[in-house]
């Protein structure tokens, strides 16, 4: 089944301690995108990743990083965590990053709690 | 730079009744325009997709047609049923900021209730 794999679904975590989101696509896009998606908000880009070692910032980029080594996989990294990142947190893959066309295929999400 | 608008919800509405969602939206070039579902816990879902002026998109008695002139891509339903309760997002896809990605913009999400 073609689909977007994010793990873990819910994490609560403590400020400052480095997490790691990941995120899998078995689709072989090209484009891989983070969104976080707050209440009043609306969806928000954090980073995005035409193709491998190729990522971009989003909207929203401050606090996160992103590596793409892999074609499959996009992790997100918090490297000190803080409450304001208390969120819900969505991966995104297209087949290019001409996803004009194409739509996007989302993971199921990752609620995260930082306290 | 690229936005979109859709009408703040909940839109609330009875079985069978039609339901309309507005979107419009603010681009350069010819975007692509989307709407997508997003099920309670679940991520969002293309539901349809319109690719140029006046394609109609299609998808679960959904429709939504391309309005280049009105610039719009507004949400039909025609009768409606509880399990299409969920938040549906507006979206467009078109030449990016830097002129060679295609950055999506989204609406807010409406959200949608159908009571029996």
């Known amino acids: 089944e073609a689909q977007v794999t994010q793990n873990p679904r819910y994490l609560i975590t403590v400020t400052g301690k480095k997490l790691t989101v990941t995120c899998s696509q078995n689709?072989?896009?090209?484009?891989m995108s983070w969104y976080r998606q707050d209440p009043g908000l609306g969806l928000r880009q954090i980073y995005y990743s035409m193709n491998v070692e190729v990522t971009d910032k989003g909207d929203v980029p401050e606090g996160y990083k992103v590596s793409r080594k892999e074609k499959r996989n996009f992790p997100l990294i918090l490297e000190s965590p803080s409450p304001n990142q208390t969120s819900l947190y969505f991966c995104a893959s297209s087949l290019s990053g001409e996803g004009a066309t194409y739509g996007y295929t989302f993971g199921s999400g990752t609620r995260l709690t930082v306290v | 730079g690229d936005s979109v608008t859709q009408m703040e919800g909940p839109v609330t509405l009875s079985e069978e009744a039609f339901l309309t969602i507005n979107c419009t939206y603010t681009a350069t070039g010819y975007p692509s325009l989307f709407w997508y579902v997003q099920y309670p816990g679940e991520g969002l879902q293309l539901l349809l997709k319109?690719?140029?002026?006046?394609d109609k998109g299609s998808n679960k008695g959904f429709e939504a047609t391309y309005r280049k002139e009105t610039t719009s891509f507004h949400l039909e339903k025609g009768s409606v049923q509880v399990s299409d309760s969920a938040v549906y997002f507006c979206?467009?896809?078109?030449?990016?900021?830097?002129?060679?990605?295609?950055?999506?913009?989204f609406g807010r999400g409406t959200s949608l209730i159908v009571h029996p």
């Open positions: 979206a467009l896809s078109g030449p990016g900021k830097s002129g060679g990605s295609y950055i999506p913009t």
């Open positions: 319109a690719t140029k002026a006046d």
């Open positions: 689709m072989n896009h090209e484009y």
